[in-house]
């Protein structure tokens, strides 16, 4: 059984930092894709991050130079670190894994395995 757990979400000014972290058991960091999620009512889940199991980062375009994601392969823990947030980055965060070798593909549909969410609130 996959486990993941998201925590480091609270509520943050603009132009504020958050970094997320996100624990796995039941499978290797350095064995999956892991994804980083968010959504908000009314719009679809928007993949924000992720990183590869040969520790590739994939960051989309609107979120270059201010999000970042890493992990650590000794605590099987990925970490999505946010700065330069705006109030238009208030959402639920979802971390997200899928046991892959190879490139993996940011949409929510792909990713196999979910935490249950960490709400950011960014203030203006």
């Known amino acids: 059984q996959v486990d993941l757990v998201e925590s480091g979400g609270g509520s943050v000014q603009s132009g504020g930092s958050l970094r997320l972290s996100c624990a796995i058991s039941?499978?290797?960091?350095?064995?999956?894709?892991m994804g980083w999620f968010r959504e908000t009512p009314g719009k679809e889940r928007e993949g924000v991050a992720q990183?590869?199991?040969?520790?590739?980062?994939g960051i989309p375009r609107p979120m270059e130079g201010r999000f970042f994601v890493s992990r650590d392969n000794d605590k099987n823990i990925v970490y999505l670190q946010m700065d330069r947030l705006k109030p238009d980055d208030t959402a639920i965060y979802y971390c997200?894994?899928?046991?892959?070798?190879?490139?993996?593909?940011?949409?929510?549909?792909?990713?196999?395995?979910w935490g249950q969410g960490t709400q950011v609130t960014v203030s203006s």
């Open positions: 039941g499978e290797s960091v350095s064995n999956s894709c």
């Open positions: 997200a894994a899928r046991v892959a070798s190879g490139s993996c593909v940011l949409k929510s549909t792909w990713y196999t395995h």
């Open positions: 990183i590869s199991s040969r520790g590739t980062p």
